[in-house]
């Protein structure tokens, strides 16, 4: 849940509901000030109590309240002076009091949703964990990857979906964590360039073959696609993680990413229509075209 002020450009705070009954434990303005500081950082009530200049239990009156409200929450617990001090934030930084139910409306950004974007997009924030392949020399072939600014123009797409900023979601394809491939994952670039790209790759429907010199092979039409231009996007349960998905944008050099890019952002209803020979299976293949002849990709074509 979100509260959202459209007046100066759309800003938005996650929020939680709280009954009527808990309304009361906001009534003081002490109760107000702490919550705020929680607001801004975990903190134990002791801090509390020294950074309002009041007597700490005071604070441990209000905080007690507020944990049984579901107001705020323990985020970390420490030894100090031979005793566990208890760090406590807040919830959601805002909270809703709601007075009838909820009804229709349209979408505040005037976006289309998609269920292709599901489960990766969800309630308004981004769900996954994006994946770059590193810029620096890695892999069996040594390899850098030229991919990883195409996912800007990726994440900017995404950004009109969110009605919240969140914390950095990107990561290195050699930083990546074990627990982390088990998450939502949106992976740019291909086995080549990209070790996570590689630990997948054999298990989707449309993937890369090494023996057809990474080229793009495809069980649903039998087809192969061998240019350096031809990309793919592919959405499918991750490998690592029944319950988690996949997005693949990727192509067997960096003019196929370009090209699967450009397909992503310029014909995205095209794309979450599913493969031609398979609407079910959710993998697409395109080919880039330059256009203006100066040497770079700016238009594709759907191979399937």
């Given amino acids: 849940m979100f509260v959202v002020d459209i007046d100066k450009g759309l800003k938005s705070l996650p929020a939680v509901e709280i009954p009527a009954r808990d309304a009361r434990f906001l009534s003081s303005e002490l109760a107000v000030r702490i919550l705020r500081l929680l607001s801004a950082k975990a903190m134990y009530p002791v801090e509390v109590a020294r950074q309002l200049k009041v007597h700490e239990q005071k604070v441990y009156y209000h905080i007690r309240n507020f944990q049984r409200a579901g107001i705020v929450k323990v985020v970390r617990e420490e030894g100090r002076q031979g005793a566990v001090a208890r760090f406590y934030a807040v919830e959601k930084p805002a909270l809703v009091l709601r007075f009838a139910e909820f009804q229709d409306t349209h979408k505040l950004l005037g ?164 493969n031609v020979h398979n609407r079910s299976v959710n993998a697409r293949v395109v080919e880039g075209v330059d256009l203006d002849s100066d040497g770079v990709i700016d238009e594709v074509e759907f191979r399937e």
């Fill in 111 to 274: 976006q289309k949703n998609s269920a292709f974007l599901e489960p990766f997009i969800r309630d308004g924030r981004l769900n996954a964990v994006i994946v770059v392949g590193s810029p620096d020399p890695h892999g069996p072939e040594k390899a850098r990857s030229r991919d990883g600014y195409y996912g800007m123009d990726l994440a900017l797409f995404l950004g009109t979906y969110l009605s919240y900023v969140p914390d950095s979601y990107v990561r290195l394809d050699t930083e990546v964590r074990e627990a982390e491939l088990k998450s939502n994952l949106i992976l740019i670039g291909g086995p080549i360039v990209n070790r996570v790209t590689a630990m997948v790759n054999s298990k989707l429907q449309v993937r890369f073959d090494k023996e057809s010199h990474w080229g793009i092979k495809s069980s649903v039409s039998g087809n192969v696609y061998p240019n350096d231009e031809c990309g793919l996007i592919v959405k499918a349960k991750n490998p690592f993680n029944p319950d988690s998905h996949l997005l693949l944008v990727a192509g067997k050099r960096h003019a196929g990413t370009r090209a699967a890019i450009i397909a992503f952002l310029k014909n995205f209803a095209e794309v979450s229509s599913g």
